[in-house]
Structure formats: C-alpha cells, structure tokens
C-alpha cells in the first residue's frame, strides 16, 4: 500500500516554544491531507483538513493560529503547534487520501508524541 | 453528527480464543464503515471495510458485516494470535454533507492476546 511518513516520532519541548510536524506522501500525491489528534484512551479527533494549495479547514474548537497548517506541496504537510503548553501535549497523527477516485482510501502515518514540559 | 462507540477495552484473551469487538455508529445517509488496527508504534492500517448494507469486509481472518438495521458493524476473528495485540479503531467515512469523506474514530480497544 501508500506509505505516508511523520517526522518527527516523539518530541520533547519546553512551554512557549513552536514545534513542526511533518507528514509526507511517500509514494504518491496528495492534494488533500488530515490532521487528528488522539488523547490517551480516547479516540482520533479530526483538528483540520489540509489542501494542497489552500487554507486548512479546521473542525470547530480548533484554534487555527495555535495549530498552523501548511500544505505547501502535493507531497508534505506541516503542522505547527505554536506557543505550546502542557495541554498540547498529545498524539498527533496524520493521513493522507489516495487519489485514485472518489471513495478514496486514508493511508496513516505513524503518529507523533508530543509532550510538553 | 456523525458518531462511533465501540466497546471499551483492555481486552484480554487466550491465543486460539474467539474475538467479537462491538462497534455501533450514527450517521445520516449511507456511510462506510471501516476497521484499523494500530500496531504498537507504528500508524493506523486499514483491516478491512464496507462501503453498503450487508457487506462483509474481511481480511487476516477477520471479518465485520455491514448491519443498517442496527446500525452496526461489530469485529470477529475466530481464533486470535499473540501477533494480533494491538489497538483496534472502528470508523466511518460520512455519505454526504459537510461530513463526506471525513473519517469519525470510536475510541478504540485495545486487545491483547496471550500464549
């Protein structure tokens, strides 16, 4: 299957700085990207929709100039968890559709860690 | 909108022993209905999906049916392997709207298998 790959695994931050986190299409383009955020024993929450090109769409409670979402080309994704406090610190994941026609299916990358201390 | 619950875990089993993971959704329209599985450290991989009523999706031995009636789409394998430890996520892609092509998570189970 596609391979989508987020860089960096884990990290480690101090409060009040800004981390990136990358989400790549290995293999394949991808116009449309999503970002989730998971809570411990909790369940994947949509954050925002990333489109190649274009602003994010972002779910409703999602602070958009906290998590900045750029989708700059058909192969990468960043988000940016600005500013980030002990709250922030969760699973981040991403996934990218396959554009192979309308009921496309979602490939995963492997998540992010991110605590912060 | 849309939801997924799926019941909650740890769950514990024997190796060989039958596998049955309850997943009931909320949807307006024909939604799929999918199964991942999330492998420790690593990401979210499609197990098996159904795009309409009364599909069966299958894949590695297991299987899940596509029931509108009740609104369900529950997970089985009849004998489960140690290598099957892992985190299991119900989802569902909404049919139209503002939620299509959005994927809604239950809240996962995570099932570990002993020798």
């Known amino acids: 299957g596609a391979v989508v790959s987020q860089h960096p695994s884990w990290v480690i931050c101090k409060s009040g700085t800004s981390v990136k986190i990358e989400c790549r299409s290995l293999?394949?383009?991808?116009?449309?990207m999503f970002w989730y955020r998971q809570f411990p024993k909790q369940s994947l929450m949509l954050m925002a929709t990333s489109n190649e090109g274009s602003k994010a769409t972002y779910e409703q409670g999602v602070e958009k100039d906290k998590f900045l979402i750029n989708h700059a080309s058909l192969t990468l994704s960043t988000l940016t968890v600005t500013s980030a406090h002990p709250e922030d610190s969760s699973f981040y994941i991403c996934?990218?559709?396959?554009?192979?026609?309308?009921?496309?299916?979602?490939?995963f990358g492997q998540g992010t860690r991110l605590t912060v201390v | 909108g849309d939801s997924v619950t799926q019941m909650e875990g740890p769950v514990t089993l024997s190796e060989e022993a039958f596998l049955t993971i309850n997943c009931t959704y909320t949807a307006t329209g024909y939604p799929s209905l999918f199964w991942y599985v999330q492998y420790p450290g690593e990401g979210l991989q499609l197990l098996l999906k159904?795009?309409?009523?009364?599909d069966k999706g299958s894949n590695k031995g297991f299987e899940a049916t596509y029931r509108k009636e009740t609104t369900s789409f529950h997970l089985e394998k009849g004998s489960v392997q140690v290598s099957d430890s892992a985190v299991y996520f119900c989802?569902?892609?909404?049919?139209?709207?503002?939620?299509?092509?959005?994927?809604?998570f239950g809240q996962g189970t995570i099932l570990t298998v002993h020798p």
């Open positions: 996934s990218a559709r396959h554009p192979t026609g309308r009921n496309t299916e979602a490939f």
């Open positions: 293999d394949f383009q991808a116009t449309t």
């Open positions: 159904a795009t309409k009523a009364d």
């Open positions: 989802a569902l892609r909404g049919a139209g709207g503002t939620s299509y092509g959005k994927l809604t």
